[in-house]
């Protein structure tokens, strides 16, 4: 069965370095998720992507954040200057085709990130 | 805005045992759905409802909508100890927003 891929599954860094988190959705999918889940606490929506562009976004995705979709396949989330409150486990999230009714939201297994 | 609520927060029950997991919103919604994660691992999709209907089942799982009481719950019949997780519901939007808004979740455990 086809699944999101993430990778990596664990990212540690220093405060203020640039970190790429990267993301392969389901290849016949649409719609572009990412989320993210501070320990013990909710999962939280940062942000949507479809045809090429950002369709949502929450308050927490500012300009520290953003997304791309360099090709067919990969998808990712930038953070440019990572803080220690940006520690957290970040799912990538994607959807067939909202329009035609499939809207479950299939999620990655998640890459951990921890900043110092 | 729109919030899923699960309680109880934690449920611990035998094997064998059902367990029902209740989960409540604010506002209109498309459809819910709900998600299992085991510790510290990605979520996995178990089902979705959508906002006309009332039950859908899968396996051993069981779910009901009330959207006049802006509730859900999940059943699990005949739990076995694989199914020891923490079970999040989740609503999307109506007016076209694709984001999920996730409740704090309920931590099952299933005892041998």
């Known amino acids: 069965e086809p699944e999101v891929t993430q990778t990596p599954s664990h990212q540690v860094t220093q405060m203020g370095q640039e970190v790429i988190l990267r993301c392969v959705p389901i290849?016949?999918?649409?719609?572009f998720y990412w989320y993210r889940q501070i320990l013990g606490q909710k999962v939280e929506f940062l942000v949507s992507f479809y045809n090429n562009e950002i369709s949502e976004k929450s308050e927490i995705f500012d300009d520290q954040f953003s997304v791309e979709r360099p090709d067919g396949s990969n998808f990712t989330l930038k953070i440019r200057s990572t803080k220690l409150e940006d520690s957290a486990m970040y799912f990538c999230a994607s959807t067939r085709d909202l329009r035609a009714m499939e809207e479950t939201q299939y999620f990655g297994p998640g890459t951990r990130l921890l900043v110092l | 805005s729109q919030q899923g609520e699960e309680d109880p927060q934690a449920l611990s029950i035998q094997e064998g045992e059902n367990a029902t997991m209740n989960c409540s919103y604010k506002t209109s919604i498309n459809n819910l759905q709900w998600y299992r994660q085991n510790s510290g691992r990605g979520l996995v999709h178990l089902i979705l409802i959508r906002s006309n209907e009332r039950e859908k089942h899968s396996g051993r799982l069981r779910v009901t909508l009330d959207t006049s009481k802006k509730s859900s719950s999940l059943l699990i019949t005949a739990s076995r100890a694989a199914d020891t997780a923490s079970y999040f519901c989740?609503?999307?939007?109506?007016?076209?927003?694709?984001?999920?808004?996730f409740g704090k979740g309920t931590k099952l455990t299933v005892n041998p």
């Open positions: 290849s016949n999918h649409l719609y």
């Open positions: 989740a609503t999307d939007g109506r007016g076209g927003s694709e984001k999920l808004v």
